[in-house]
């Protein structure tokens, strides 16, 4: 995975070595609202970053994340990811979260374009996937100014405070 870079930000790979920076951050309040998160103890969390690909390629497989921090600031402000899942190999799946004191600055689009490019280049995916909730308007308006074209709603699409929730499914083509 490479360190990628925009006007404004750094996206640090995630590994076992920043693991528990990003297992903190998954324990920042206002994540959750429109989201389940892994409820892994900080060892699992690490565990599970161990386990998974370090190179991101053509056919990579699973969960690549990156912790967004901002200029040469040490404290991550949100972290974004790019998912691979055997089913549908073509096609990733953007995730995104910005902490509350951090948001409606463009963050969140800044950083989820720069892994779009990543995904499409350093993977050669044919497209990308976002889901959100119909009640997270930030999370929409992200995908909308990025491009994303709404094409299905999906009942019980996701769980969302382990209930079912109805989702909306985004595509962004090559
Ligand atoms: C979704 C999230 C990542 C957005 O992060 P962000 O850095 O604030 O996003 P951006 O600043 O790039 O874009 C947010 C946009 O939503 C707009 N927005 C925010 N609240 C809004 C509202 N209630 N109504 C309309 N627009 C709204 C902002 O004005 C901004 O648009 P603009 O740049 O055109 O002004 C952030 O809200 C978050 O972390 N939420 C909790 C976790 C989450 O829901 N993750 C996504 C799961 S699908």
Redesign the pocket.
């Known amino acids: 995975m490479n360190v990628l870079t925009t006007a404004r930000l750094r996206l640090i790979p995630v590994d076992t070595r920043n693991a528990h920076a990003l297992w903190k951050l998954l324990q920042e309040p206002?994540?959750?609202?429109?989201?389940d998160l892994p409820k892994f103890d900080a060892q699992g969390f690490r565990r599970s970053v161990e386990q998974r690909e370090r190179r991101l390629r053509p056919g990579s497989l699973g969960r690549f994340e990156w912790l967004m921090y901002r200029g040469s600031e040490t404290r991550a402000l949100?972290w974004v990811s790019l998912r691979m899942q055997e089913r549908d190999p073509e096609s990733g799946e953007v995730?995104?979260?910005?902490?509350?004191s951090?948001?409606?600055?463009?963050?969140?689009?800044?950083?989820?374009r720069a892994i779009i490019a990543e995904g499409f280049s350093a993977a050669r995916l044919a497209r990308i996937r976002?889901?959100?909730?119909p009640e997270?308007?930030?999370?929409?308006?992200?995908l909308e100014?990025i491009g994303f074209t709404q094409k299905a709603t999906l009942p019980h699409g996701a769980m969302v405070h382990g209930k079912p929730v109805d989702v909306l499914a985004f595509v962004l083509e090559r």
């Open positions: 206002g994540l959750r609202e429109f989201q949100g995730g995104y979260s910005v902490i509350e951090e948001r409606n600055q463009g963050f969140a689009s800044e950083a989820v976002a889901f959100c909730i997270n308007v930030p999370s929409r308006v992200v100014k």
